[in-house]
């Protein structure tokens, strides 16, 4: 290995450091929207004052004129945790702090609390809506917006798209199963996604001066593209159901991957050079949590 080698190793090492960091920090933003971090008071301990009561107990507070639920764990930590999950606010607190301080800390709290616990009712809301019913009337996401299903029994089975009213036709034959709507959808969608990158890559591609080698269409289960250094890439065909600057973004980006085999600061860089709204899309497509798309 030569000196300069082995200076890029180092160098490279301290850039995946840094990437580390980056994409820790990341995550906690995104679990900090779904209301999936803990927040803390660390409460000073006053000498011997035991709360008798230990485990689980169910409790309620009077906070701004409603009645708040939530779960008391005692535990050996020293600090008070809020943690919002679905089943609505937990509490775990040291054995030694009254349920009168605890209380105390949740009036302290309260704003962060409500907006949580609303945040999460929306959420919870919204994956509701997001199971689809599979029949006629259904709402199908495309390209950040939503396609209304009409189904038809016809013995001749098609799909037809109406552009201007936002309507997708599907006629099935009398009798059809549910999972033969979802095929004649899904491939219709993967079609659609295919046609759709097919028009979009070579733009990007232009304005960047690079040829890329091929694209075909994915059906990864938790990856939104990939390139290779060959210069394969590969998209998923589910972006469809997102706006086209979601799209793009994730065509920028794996196609500045042709330059910057990374995720270096250079490498955003590039991206910005070809797609300078890629912040803002970036944080869109971080924020669809999967589980409102539709299953097929
Ligand atoms: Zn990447």
Not at 154 to 161: C, E, L, P, V
Not at 247 to 270: G, Q
Request: proline content about 4%; overall charge positive.
């Amino acid at each position: 290995m030569s000196a300069e080698n082995s200076k890029n190793t180092a160098r490279s090492a301290q850039a995946s450091l840094i990437q580390g960091l980056q994409r820790a920090l990341q995550l906690d933003f995104f679990n900090d929207l779904f209301g999936g971090s803990e927040q803390v008071i660390t409460p000073h301990r006053p000498p011997n004052r035991i709360d008798p009561a230990n485990g689980v107990r169910k409790r309620q507070i009077l906070i701004q004129d409603q009645v708040l639920d939530y779960e008391l764990r005692r535990s050996k930590r020293r600090s008070i945790g809020f943690l919002i999950g679905d089943e609505g606010l937990r509490i775990t607190a040291p054995r030694w702090v009254t349920v009168a301080d605890i209380e105390q800390a949740i009036r302290e709290k309260q704003h962060w609390i409500i907006a949580k616990l609303s945040e999460k009712r929306e959420q919870n809301h919204r994956r509701k809506e997001a199971t689809m019913r599979w029949e006629d009337g259904a709402r199908l996401p495309y390209l950040g917006k939503h396609l209304t299903l009409h189904i038809r029994e016809q013995s001749r089975a098609s799909i037809y798209h109406d552009a201007e009213q936002d309507i997708l036709t599907i006629s099935i034959p009398p009798d059809s199963h549910e999972q033969q709507i979802k095929d004649r959808v899904k491939a219709w969608l993967q079609q659609e996604a295919k046609h759709l990158f097919n028009q979009r890559m070579p733009l990007f591609a232009q304005r960047l001066g690079v040829s890329y080698h091929s694209m075909s269409v994915s059906s990864a289960g938790t990856r939104w593209g990939s390139c290779t250094s060959q210069g394969k890439i590969r998209l998923n065909w589910r972006l469809i159901h997102f706006s086209i600057d979601i799209i793009d973004y994730v065509i920028a980006h794996e196609l500045s991957h042709l330059r910057e085999m990374n995720h270096s600061a250079k490498f955003w860089a590039t991206v910005e050079s070809i797609y300078p709204e890629y912040e803002h899309a970036k944080r869109k497509l971080r924020q669809h949590a999967s589980a409102e798309l539709p299953t097929f």
